[in-house]
């Protein structure tokens, strides 16, 4: 597929348009010009470049790209290495963040929740349907300590929970992966039983205990593995590309 071809088609499938980013969303680097094999993981570290390099690849598609905002426009050290090595090899990067959170059906939230079992119900934030959080139920009320023991199992990671004084029983839970704990005191707002994401902040755990919510920590990169597997998967079926998924551990 040609380079130009392949970038409209993501652009179309994820419109990063529709939203304002801290990172430029599309191809961020350009590299070959006809594209047979994509590597897709969830950061452009140089340990994934590595093995998109290894293993031939004409791009390499990612949640976590490069240029944010507030970034340095330096090129030197690690962004030099990494930069290097992808042009270098002709490898094109493409990178889409909160495009590849919010979508629907390949989203980082919509499939956690489909590996959790959480049916979706709507947006956290009310009358936004580009909410970067969403809200759905379990399919039946669950206590605290299962939910966190059925995140344990489905993420291959021991989350953090913080329960609440009451300890109250779980039905109704909003999330937002990666670095969205912010959102939990908008989930207390709306009286919902629970709320997930990767990452937590110190004044998560006053938020909880305050607010009377259940608050998970379930890791930014384990939580957002999902996405780009998913969105990998779909340009294969769909055109025919041989697409390879790498996870690059990562505790955090």
């Known amino acids: 597929m040609l380079l130009n071809d392949f970038e409209q088609y993501l652009n179309k499938l994820l419109k990063p348009e529709q939203i304002k980013d801290y990172a430029p969303n599309g191809l961020q680097i350009q590299g070959s010009e006809q594209i047979s094999k994509i590597v897709t993981g969830v950061t452009a570290s140089q340990a994934l470049i590595d093995l998109a390099i290894a293993?031939?690849?004409?791009?390499?598609?990612?949640?976590?790209?490069?240029?944010?905002?507030?970034?340095?426009?330096v090129i030197r050290g690690m962004k030099h290495s990494r930069i290097k090595a992808l042009l270098t090899h002709n490898i094109n990067l493409f990178a889409y963040h909160l495009p590849l959170d919010i979508h629907p059906i390949l989203g980082n939230n919509v499939q956690l929740a489909a590996l959790l079992n959480i049916a979706v119900t709507g947006p956290l934030e009310l009358g936004n349907p580009l909410s970067i959080a969403i809200q759905g139920q379990l399919p039946e009320i669950t206590r605290g300590d299962d939910l966190a023991l059925l995140i344990n199992k489905k993420l291959n990671r021991e989350c953090l929970h913080i329960a609440p004084p009451s300890n109250k029983a779980i039905k109704t839970i909003a999330w937002c992966t990666g670095g969205g704990q912010d959102y939990i005191e908008l989930a207390a707002e709306q009286g919902i039983d629970a709320f997930i994401s990767g990452e937590v902040s110190e004044k998560t755990t006053h938020i909880a205990k305050e607010m009377d919510i259940h608050f998970f920590a379930a890791g930014h990169h384990a939580t957002e593995?999902?996405?780009?597997?998913?969105?990998?998967?779909?340009?294969?079926?769909?055109?025919?590309?041989?697409?390879?998924?790498?996870?690059?551990?990562n505790p955090v």
């Open 225 to 249: 593995r999902y996405g780009v597997k998913a969105l990998g998967e779909h340009i294969a079926k769909e055109q025919g590309i041989e697409v390879v998924f790498i996870d690059i551990d």
């Open 55 to 73: 293993e031939k690849a004409d791009a390499l598609l990612v949640h976590h790209g490069y240029f944010w905002k507030n970034e340095s426009y």
